[in-house]
């Protein structure tokens, strides 16, 4: 295995990683983030995947959100992958909407992208691997929260792994990609124009699924996106229609930043652990 | 006045701003940020100023330190200026350790860099009349605070405006810079040659004044920095000599980031509200 340790902090006690490893998946070198707590008691521990939006890095969350003050006090690590696969002979797009830096969490099945864009396997698979090689004393209890491009990566991920994640959350999430524009380039251009192959991606769909993990959601009022790439109707809708414990939370003033997600973060982590323990 | 409020973010119930202005003292067009608490209250409320470190802007602190929830959680303001004048016209140096980003909050005496790097005053002066005007319910109390440039900002302007600010913290802080290789580089080429000139900007000389604010410090022991920049000795000895109130401690195991800075803010917050009310 290619995995290197590239940097690390110590943070609120615990410790702030950066590592760097070849990807089999995504066929490209890869980045991510880590972040594991003192865990001073030597008790097992949880890991909560966060998913970044569109033009992010692993280097967003950890360095804006103030997450790891609450990783510290609830003894959970988290894991933070980068949004898409990265290098000079992976495709691009001149637009920060797509290719590198908007990966959206899916497997793509159209060319150029096909060759590297498998970020949902990335994560779901390989990234899980070296995880819980990395998390001393894991527990094996998940759960994954996202922003944005996240929040759709992290209900589509956590929806189609409903077993195997115990929440899921999301603040100001792409809930219903294959109805907006974000979604529809993204779609379109990985997916093909067959919408039938968009909804096992698109969280409005799979909440339809018999069961999924109970869900948190936060919306800022005066988020810039929210009312043409981040609509709820479609999704509670459906999430009413087959009874799914979603709780959708309307934030006033608060806009599509980190400064919005570092105000709510402590909510959603205290959510988490209602069901990670 | 040219006040421009160019964002405003909600944050932790209070707002995040960024403004910019022409500074008459700076004779170019400056940048800051500045929080103001919710106070729903409508208390009067004191204000912290955040002086940042070599290369940084108004940015750093406002995005990576997670702070907005510690100056709502003490109903307090809090004030961060850019590190140096700027603009294409704006005398500048190749080194990152000189020049713009650097501007080591003195007054220059040496040409061309005199023209402009006036930090001090406008900061002391220019910037403490805008913020008056922002602050809604200033209670007039003040205090100061910052990193490593900053850190020796926030002692040297503390010190010499004593009766003004209540008290001084800083991290990581540059105590000695007439005796160390960035005080030096930026000494001499802003001061001149004469260190007869520099010791009214060296903390380990105006801590022997006699009466200074209460200062706490805190210092990351795997501080990259530490040894050759950052060394506490002179002032340590001088502050004891003069029996002034310094509270210097060690953090076992940080380094010299805003992942140091962050675990450890709430403790300076702390000590300055003790000296603000």
């Known amino acids: 295995m290619s995995l290197k340790l590239i940097e690390k902090h110590r943070s609120f006690g615990g410790e702030q990683c950066k590592y760097t490893h070849y990807s089999e998946v995504l066929k490209c070198e890869m980045t991510f983030s880590i972040y594991l707590p003192s865990n001073k008691e030597k008790k097992k521990i949880p890991l909560i995947w966060w998913l970044s939006g569109l033009t992010c890095t692993d280097d967003n969350f950890s360095q804006k959100s103030g997450f790891q003050r609450l990783a510290e006090k609830y003894q959970v690590a988290v894991m933070i992958p980068d949004t898409s696969p990265r290098g000079e002979h992976v495709a691009d797009d001149d637009g920060w909407d797509l290719g590198k830096g908007a990966g959206f969490y899916l497997n793509s099945t159209q060319y150029p992208w096909a060759k590297h864009y ?12 070296i995880a819980s090689t990395l998390v001393p004393h894991f527990s094996g209890e998940e759960s994954i929260m996202g922003h944005s491009m996240g929040g759709h990566g992290a209900l589509v991920i956590g929806m189609k792994n409903a077993t195997r994640f115990k929440a899921i959350s999301a603040f100001s999430p792409i809930l219903s990609p294959s109805q907006v524009p974000w979604g529809i380039k993204a779609f379109s251009t990985y997916l093909g124009e067959d ?33 043409n790439q981040l609509d709820e109707t479609c999704f509670l809708k459906n999430a ?15 806009d599509h930043s980190y400064f919005f997600i570092a105000t709510f973060l402590e909510g959603h982590f205290s959510f988490h652990m209602q069901h990670l323990r």
């Open 195 to 227: 919408q039938a192959t968009w909804n096992e991606w698109d969280a409005s769909e799979l909440v339809k699924e018999a069961s999924v993990p109970p869900i948190l959601i936060t919306q800022g009022t005066e988020d810039q996106f929210y009312q």
């Open 240 to 254: 009413r229609e087959n009874n799914q414990e979603v709780y959708y939370k309307k934030a006033e003033g608060y």
């Open 118 to 129: 498998h970020m949902y396997t990335y994560i779901v698979d390989e990234l899980t691997t």
